[in-house]
């Protein structure tokens, strides 16, 4: 059983940076991606970022390019989002997600297991 685990969240003001990991247990092939989405309150859950295990290419929200980069530890196999220059509009519970067979990296409902998730408060 795949498990995914999120640390590093917290409240931060505008401008500064964070880094959120993924520990993550069990067994994942090197096939699909690994995932950041967030979820505002009273909003539905988005894409951040997503990175293919085989061949490690990424994708980005066009709200985070340029800010966060999503990497990927594959000996600690750990999961990473480093967020520079944070807005208050980034503030939102983030989850880790795991999806074996994706198409869509962006979509929720592609991917099969998810972490508990990880507070972000960016202050103005």
């Known amino acids: 059983q795949v498990q995914l685990v999120e640390s590093g969240g917290g409240s931060v003001q505008a401008g500064g940076s964070l880094r959120l990991s993924c520990a993550t247990s069990g067994y994942i092939t090197t096939a699909g991606y690994m995932a950041w989405f967030r979820q505002a309150p009273g909003k539905e859950r988005e894409a951040v970022a997503a990175i293919r295990r085989s061949g490690g290419s990424t994708v980005y929200a066009d709200s985070v390019k340029g800010r966060f980069t999503v990497s990927e530890d594959n000996a600690r196999r750990t999961l990473y989002l480093q967020m520079n220059a944070l807005k208050p509009e980034d503030s939102a519970v983030y989850y880790c997600?795991?999806?074996?067979?994706?198409?869509?990296?962006?979509?929720?409902?592609?991917?099969?297991?998810w972490g508990q998730g990880t507070q972000v408060t960016v202050s103005s």
């Open positions: 997600a795991r999806g074996q067979d994706v198409i869509d990296p962006s979509r929720a409902n592609e991917y099969q297991y």
